[in-house]
């Protein structure tokens, strides 16, 4: 028996709710930033501005692979599409990587032609642009543990990377913060520096993003834990004799499971058939990631001496 389409459904509202949120606070945020860049004169928060804007085009992003990884079967795509969210999560990699390249020799240019001496920020500028960058971490750090919880809730990389766009933000805007108050303090080249160290983060949380997507693109097993978990939910059931092996794989944000068991040889094809059932039916309920589970039962031989 197939998991009911209920679960992805309610996953759906789930992403899309937070998809929403998502785009009203970087639309916001970004309009923000860059007046406060402007005012300060400071690259860093312009780049943390640049940054909020790339969140915004990746949420889009986000909304389609996941919308696109919810679709239920069809004659061509027989096991479901939940691939469409590792390719929707590699792509916000993709964006994020460039995105940190770039910040970072925004900061190497400003340091090697020395125009981060000219970036010296006024009092109003600078006061009205770290009020801004504090509100900024605030807000995103906020949404990180938001869209987090979410993606972990229904299992969702691609919503993962999107936290990650938060927490990136919020830890450019805390360079930002860090750089404008350097320069006010007669220190310019904080800012440019600040950029560098934000350009590090974002590059990290990239490759964490696509390297989780391809895992789950290649049908990595699942970890240690889960399938020491699942065999003990598979030795409990009754008639069950004996483990010969488990397969796991990830199918995008779902697993598919393959078991082999021992049963006595002596059973009916029917009561090898109910105990296989139970089995399937133990894994589906107890693991709600598992979108299908296959059981093949063999003849338990006793030890003749």
């Known amino acids: 028996m197939e998991n009911t389409n209920q679960d992805s459904k309610a996953d759906l509202k789930i992403a899309n709710r937070v998809s ?57 795509h027989q096991y479901g599409h939940e691939r469409f969210e590792c390719t929707a999560s590699i792509s916000l990699a993709l964006i994020l990587g460039l995105t940190g390249v770039g910040i970072g020799w925004s900061g190497i240019s400003s340091i090697m032609s020395g125009e981060f001496k000219d970036k010296i920020p006024g009092f109003t500028g600078g006061t009205i642009a770290l009020g801004v960058a504090f509100a900024t971490i605030a807000v995103k750090e906020w949404m990180y543990w938001y869209t987090r919880i979410a993606a972990k809730k229904i299992n969702s990389g691609a919503l993962m990377a999107d936290a990650w766009h938060h927490r990136s933000d919020a830890l450019a805007t805390a360079g930002a913060f860090i750089g404008i108050l350097g320069a006010m303090m007669g220190f310019p080249i904080l800012d440019s520096v600040a950029s560098l160290i934000i350009c590090l983060f974002i590059i990290k949380a990239a490759y964490d993003v696509f390297t989780d997507a391809i895992d789950k693109m290649v049908d990595k097993s699942c970890d240690e834990k889960t399938h020491f978990e699942i065999e003990s939910i598979v030795r409990a059931q009754p008639g069950v004799e004996g483990v010969d092996w488990i397969k796991t794989r990830m199918f995008g944000s779902k697993i598919y499971v393959d078991i082999e068991i021992t049963a006595y040889g002596d059973l009916t094809l029917t009561q090898a058939h109910n105990i296989a059932e139970d089995v399937h039916d133990a894994v589906e309920k107890h693991f709600p990631l598992v979108k299908h589970c296959m059981v093949h039962v063999n003849p338990h031989v006793e030890d003749s001496e």
């Not at 970004?30 to 780049?47: D, K, N, P, R, Y």
């Not at 943390?48 to 692979?65: E, K, N, P, R």
């Open 20 to 76: 929403v949120m998502t785009i009203i606070v970087n639309l916001v945020f970004t309009i923000l930033q860059f007046i406060a860049g402007i005012m300060a004169q400071s690259a860093a928060m312009i780049s943390s501005a640049v940054h909020t804007l790339s969140d915004l085009l990746t949420t889009f992003i986000v909304i389609i692979g996941v919308n696109m990884a919810g679709k239920n079967p069809d004659e061509d």
